[in-house]
Each structure stands twice: as structure tokens, then as C-alpha cells.
């Protein structure tokens, strides 16, 4: 935990970006932010239109008016415009369905090479979890106390035996 504070702001906020989630997520982001652009560029520049064609309307101008506009009052009209949550209901689902046609790709290519490499998907790599290690430490250290008990058992008697035997040549 000293080693933390010693780092320094900048040392710590280098080692957070360079790692790879960090990095992996900031280029998520940034083709997220991409591909947003193009398919709302497909939906209203190719989309809306067909639907605009068959509906007679551009679905962006749909809207429902609640007040009419008042001049004598100088007010604006206020109305719910549908037509917008129209579109950014497309633009989702094309969004998702697109993403959902890549992760099922890499998913397919993914099972292609586990296949290829042998791997079968009953085989899973075995994970402890944290009572799962602390049992086994403990083990390990149950054994290691009583191998050292054994040890001092016998240091003991070999002590007593060379303490008799001193004591056997003292009275000779």
C-alpha cells in the first residue's frame, strides 16, 4: 500500500490506461461512436425516406400538436414529436442486430478454432475459489506443523540420547 501513494497520480493513471481493458474498452468506445454515426446516416438518409414513401410522411417531421401556436400571445406551438423516437427506435434495433451478427461471427469462430485445437466445450478449466485456496494453505501448513513436531521429536531424543550417553561416560 506505500508503494501506491509513492507512485504518483500521473505513474498511476499511465499504468490504469495502458492496461488491457482499459485499451479495449477505449476502442469499443471509439468504433461504437463510429458505427453509430453510419447506421444513423443509413437510417435517415435510406430508411426514413422508404418509409417516408410508403407513409406519405418523413418520419422525422411526425409529430402530434398538444397547443397550437398563439401569435397574439407570442408562443410557439407545442407538439410531441413522435417521428424522432421512430427513428432512434430503428437506429437501435439495426444497432443491436448489426452487433449481434458480429458477436455470433466471432462466437462461430471462436467454436471453429477450439475445434481445430482439439478442445471440446466439456472441458473447462478448473477455477478454486478463495475457501477452496485457503483450505488447501491450510493443509499445507498442517502438514509442514506436523512435520516439524516429527522433526523436533527427534532432535529431542537424540539430545536425550547423547545427554545419557554423557552422562554414562561421566560415571565411568
Not at 485457503?134 to 537424540?158: H, Q, S, T, V
Request: glycine share 8%; with cysteine.
Amino acid at each position: 500500500m506505500a508503494d501506491e501513494k509513492k507512485k504518483g497520480f500521473w505513474a498511476e493513471f499511465k499504468e490504469f490506461i495502458l492496461q488491457g481493458d482499459a485499451l479495449d474498452m477505449a476502442v469499443g468506445v471509439v468504433i461504437g461512436g463510429a458505427f453509430t454515426a453510419i447506421v444513423t446516416a443509413l437510417v435517415n438518409g435510406l430508411i426514413n425516406p422508404i418509409i417516408g414513401v410508403i407513409g406519405g410522411n418523413d418520419i422525422e417531421s411526425l409529430s402530434v400538436t398538444l397547443l397550437e401556436a398563439n401569435a397574439e400571445l407570442g408562443t410557439n406551438a407545442v407538439t410531441l414529436n413522435y417521428g424522432t423516437l421512430i427513428s432512434a427506435i430503428i437506429n437501435f434495433l439495426l444497432v443491436g442486430f448489426i452487433l449481434f451478427c458480429i458477436v455470433r461471427a466471432i462466437n462461430k469462430l471462436r467454436d471453429a478454432a477450439k475445434k481445430a485445437a482439439g478442445i471440446e466445450d466439456d472441458e473447462e478449466e478448473v477455477v478454486e475459489t478463495d475457501s477452496e485456496l485457503l483450505k488447501d494453505i491450510r493443509d499445507l501448513m498442517k502438514e509442514r506443523n506436523e512435520l516439524d513436531a516429527a522433526k523436533a521429536e527427534r532432535i529431542a531424543k537424540a539430545r536425550a540420547a547423547k545427554a545419557k550417553a554423557a552422562e554414562k561416560a561421566a560415571k565411568e
